[in-house]
Structures are given as structure tokens and as C-alpha cells.
């Protein structure tokens, strides 16, 4: 089949790399290049902790696909540091972890996180750790080679039983059109009657200097009386920490810049008062847009020879939604399926 995808996030790139694996003719286009938007900066958090013993079980397939990723790249784009919950979502998440079958232990004030006070109880996913996001790039993009293009996407329409890709260095016919576009996915899912989630909300990620040395688990820390935060050793030396800011500072209407001054400000009070070993200025940042209130999990939607795809926390889910996409954009799926 000629299958055009539009995005090349690591959702777009993984899905076209698992249709030239299958032998079709791809085309992916992206208006900006590869891992530009939501998938940019050096890492992202893998874990199979989640809320659902179904999200559990879907992210060890994901897993297997991370080990056959770093096989075929030549180099772990996994590391496996564990990742440390803690907080509201600890015992629901370690019950299903439970009912999974996952492997996770249960750790306290000894976990290996740069706190100045441990959790007094905590749920350990051993499987858990840091992706290479770079390294996952660089990977997919080798991957897909001669079958990316830089072009804005800027209408699709319906044509006989396939579909016409418009950009404005001209159509591009195809039997099959997925819509892997980020923040752009819901303007052009729209225009073929799919509805995709439409508000955005502002994120961003710090990244400070530690002085701790040694692996230390990624840690989504949810206790009480305090912001959220999730957190991880970008690279050796560098500890980053995204906080989930209550609404009012996130929302679209905010404003970028001013949802980022909140957000550097949040962050910045959380390391001085609740981090050891962390240094309290700010190295780099990464900004992205999400989609408010989303949480974990992933979506399909189809009609006809278009299928879009959305979902918050994509990253740790690639590899899996490659094929999965793959097979729905070649093989047909239902037309509203919800990994949840
Ligand atoms: C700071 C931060 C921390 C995160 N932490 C985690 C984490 O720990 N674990 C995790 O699993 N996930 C995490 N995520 C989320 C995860 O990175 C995203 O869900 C994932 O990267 C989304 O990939 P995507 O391909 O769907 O979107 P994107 O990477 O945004 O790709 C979509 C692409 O579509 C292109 N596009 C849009 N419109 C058009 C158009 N009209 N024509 C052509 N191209 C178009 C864009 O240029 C873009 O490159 C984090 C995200 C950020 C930013």
C-alpha cells in the first residue's frame, strides 16, 4: 500500500519505520523535521507502573519492542534504573502492577532518588529507567531514511477509496493517511469529520546540575502536600524535573511564556526545599504543548482511509504503537479504540 504519514514524532517515525518494514510504499512528512515538537530534548521516563492492569501489560510489549529497537540500534535506548512512584497513585498502581504480573518491589526511605526524606513507602518498577529519547531519534530517523520529507501538511481530503495529501510543494495521492501529528493532529484530523481532542495546555521540563553519582531511579513523586513531579537523570550530572502545575497556570490562555515563568518558579521551590544534591538554577528547559487532562494511555480513531492518533506520554509507548499503527493504518481497525 502507499501509506503518508503525517508527523514525524517518534509516534510518526516508529509507525513509518514498521510500514517499510512491512514492504510498503511510505511517504512521512513533517513541517518542521524528525523529534521536533513533543518528542524533542534527551530523554523521557519508560515504566510499566500505570493505573490499569491493561496500560501495565501493553507497556511490556512496549518493552520488548525498546530491546529489539536497542538490538537493532547497536546500543541500550533503555536504561533500566528503575522508576520509583510514590504518593496518591502508589497502591493503585502497584495493584495493577499486581494483577499484570509485572515484576516491582515495594522500597522506603532506602530508595536510590536525590530526596532530602525517602518516601516512607514506595512502589518500585524494576523494569522502569530512562529512554535515550536522542538516541531513539537518531535510530528511527537512520530507519526511515529516503521516505521523510520536510513539507507542511496543510489539507487532506478524501479521493475515491484512498486519500489526497495537499502540501504546498504539491499532492500527494495515497491509499492509507495517518495522522500522527501532535499537536497538529486534531486541525487536520478535522478536517476529514475525526475529532480528536482540541485543547492544548502548556508543559515544561528543568534541568539542573546534581552532584549525585550513581544510578539513581526516575521517581514520579505524587505525595501529599506537595506539587506532583516526575523526575530522572537526563545524562550523567543532570537531573530533570517536570511539575504538573495546577490549571490555571498551564492553560493555553496563559501563555507560553508566562505558563513558563510559573513553571520555572514551581520547580525551582520544590528543588530547594525537597532535593538534596541538586543544584537550584536552571540549565535547559523543554516546552511542550499537551493536551489537558489527558493522563496515560493512547487513542485511535478512524474513517475510511484516515487514522489519527493521539494520547499524553507517548514516549515509553513508541515501539508498540509503531506496529500497532502499522497494522490499523494497513489492516483497518475499528473506528474508535481507546488503550486506557
Ligand atoms: C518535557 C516532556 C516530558 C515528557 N515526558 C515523558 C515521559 O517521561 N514519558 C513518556 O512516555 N512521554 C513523555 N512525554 C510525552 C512524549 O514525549 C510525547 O507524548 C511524544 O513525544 C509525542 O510524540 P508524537 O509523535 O505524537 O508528537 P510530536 O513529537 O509532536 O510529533 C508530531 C509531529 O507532527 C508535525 N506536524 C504537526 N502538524 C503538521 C502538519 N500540518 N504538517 C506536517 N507536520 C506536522 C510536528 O512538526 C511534529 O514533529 C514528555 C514530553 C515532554 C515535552
Known sequence: ??????????????????????????????????????????????????????????????????????????????????????????????????????????????????????PDVALLDTTGGVIDAEGTGAHLTRRVGAAFQTRVVYLLEERGSGARVHTPEGAVDADAVLIAAGAGTSSLAAQVGLYTPTVLAHHVRFTFATTRTGPLSAWIDQSSGRMATYQHMARPGRWAVGGLLDHAATAWEAGRA?????????????????????????????YCTTMAGLGDGFHLRRRGPFTAVYGDNLFKFAPLLGDLLARAVTEGTEEKVDYV
Open 1 to 118: 500500500m502507499r501509506v503518508a504519514v503525517v508527523g514525524a514524532g517518534v509516534v510518526g517515525l516508529a509507525a513509518a519505520a514498521a510500514l517499510l518494514d512491512a514492504d510498503h510504499d511510505v511517504l512521512c512528512l513533517d513541517r518542521t523535521g524528525p523529534m521536533a515538537e513533543r518528542s524533542t530534548g534527551s530523554s523521557r521516563i519508560f515504566r510499566l507502573a500505570h493505573g490499569s492492569a491493561d496500560l501495565v501489560a501493553l507497556a511490556r510489549e512496549a518493552r520488548a519492542g525498546w530491546r529489539r529497537w536497542s538490538e537493532a540500534a547497536g546500543r541500550p535506548l533503555v536504561h533500566d534504573v528503575g522508576c520509583l512512584v510514590s504518593g496518591a497513585d502508589t497502591l493503585a498502581w502497584t495493584a495493577a502492577m499486581r494483577k499484570a504480573g509485572a515484576p516491582y518491589e515495594t522500597v522506603g526511605a532506602d530508595a536510590r532518588i536525590p530526596a532530602r526524606r525517602g
Open 258 to 286: 508566562e505558563a513558563t515563568r510559573a513553571a520555572r518558579e514551581a520547580v525551582l521551590d520544590y528543588v530547594r526545599v525537597h532535593l538534596d544534591g541538586v543544584v537550584p538554577e536552571v540549565l535547559d528547559e523543554v
